[in-house]
C-alpha cells in the first residue's frame, strides 16, 4: 500500500528531527539534543503509523507535538537570533502544525 502525502511528510518530518538531534550530540556532545530528537522523532514516528487508520487521533497527537516544537524552538530562536537549528525547526514545525490542523479537519 502506498503511503499518504500526509504520512509522506510526516516521516520526512520525524527524519529531519531526528538528524537533528544526533547532529547536536555528534557536534557539541548534547545528550538533551539526542534526546530531545530522539523523543520527538519516535512520536512522529508513531503519528505517521497512525495516520492511515486513525487519522483523528494521529492528526491530533501532531498537532500538539509540532505546535510545542514551534513554540520551543521559536523561543530559543528570537533568544539566540540561531537560524540553524532554532529557526529551521520552528519554521518547520510551523507549517506541519498547519498540516495537521487541516488534516483534522478534513477527518472530522
Same mark, same amino acid.
Given at each position: 500500500m502506498e503511503s499518504s502525502l500526509s504520512q509522506k511528510f510526516t516521516l520526512v518530518y520525524?527524519? %529531519?528531527l531526528g538528524? /537533528?538531534? %544526533?547532529? /547536536?550530540?555528534?557536534?557539541?556532545g548534547s545528550k538533551i539534543s539526542l534526546v530531545a530528537g530522539g523523543g520527538s522523532a519516535a512520536?512522529?514516528?508513531y503519528v505517521y503509523t497512525e495516520l492511515p487508520g486513525n487519522p483523528v487521533l494521529a492528526s491530533s497527537i501532531g498537532i500538539v507535538g509540532s505546535a510545542a516544537l514551534t513554540g520551543m524552538m521559536g523561543s530559543r530562536y %528570537?533568544? !539566540?537570533r540561531k537560524v540553524i537549528p532554532? /529557526? =529551521? =525547526?520552528? =519554521? =518547520?514545525?510551523?507549517?506541519? !502544525?498547519?498540516?495537521?490542523?487541516h488534516g483534522l479537519i478534513r477527518s472530522s
Open positions: 520525524a527524519s %529531519l538528524a /537533528g538531534g %544526533l547532529m /547536536g550530540y555528534l557536534k557539541r512520536l512522529f514516528y %528570537l533568544r !539566540t532554532a /529557526g =529551521v =525547526v520552528s =519554521v =518547520v514545525s510551523l507549517v506541519m !502544525t498547519g498540516a495537521y490542523l
